[in-house]
């Protein structure tokens, strides 16, 4: 069972920054795939980033390549989503997502989910 919580989001200006953070219990967190997706207001869930269980290897929406780094630290039990050069359309739920499947943009294969974090980008 892992249980995560996110943390890190807020109002901020269009061209701003933030970090989001995703703290996870649980003794396999080493062992699963970490994504972040979002959700906008009528919109459905849209998938971010991707990291695998080494942090070896990452993916990236297309929408925010070069903008938002995912990072992870597998002592700490955390995964972090780097937003730059951010941009009103970001505006969103964020959520973090455990699996213990392969790494993939498909939020269906995540077992786990935090509760989310909004994050506001004002223009």
């Known amino acids: 069972q892992v249980q995560l919580v996110e943390s890190g989001g807020g109002l901020v200006q269009a061209g701003g920054s933030l970090r989001l953070s995703c703290a996870a219990s649980g003794r396999t967190f080493s062992r699963n795939v970490m994504g972040w997706f979002r959700q906008a207001p009528w919109k459905e869930r849209e998938f971010v980033a991707v990291?695998?269980?080494?942090?070896?290897?990452?993916y990236y929406a297309d929408s925010v390549k070069g903008r938002f780094t995912i990072s992870r630290d597998n002592a700490k039990n955390t995964v972090s989503l780097q937003m730059i050069s951010l941009k009103p359309e970001d505006t969103a739920v964020y959520y973090c997502?455990?699996?213990?499947?392969?790494?993939?943009?498909?939020?269906?294969?995540?077992?786990?989910w935090g509760q989310g974090t909004q994050v506001t980008v004002s223009s």
């Open positions: 990291i695998s269980w080494n942090g070896g290897s990452t």
């Open positions: 997502a455990a699996g213990r499947g392969p790494a993939t943009i498909s939020g269906d294969a995540y077992n786990y």
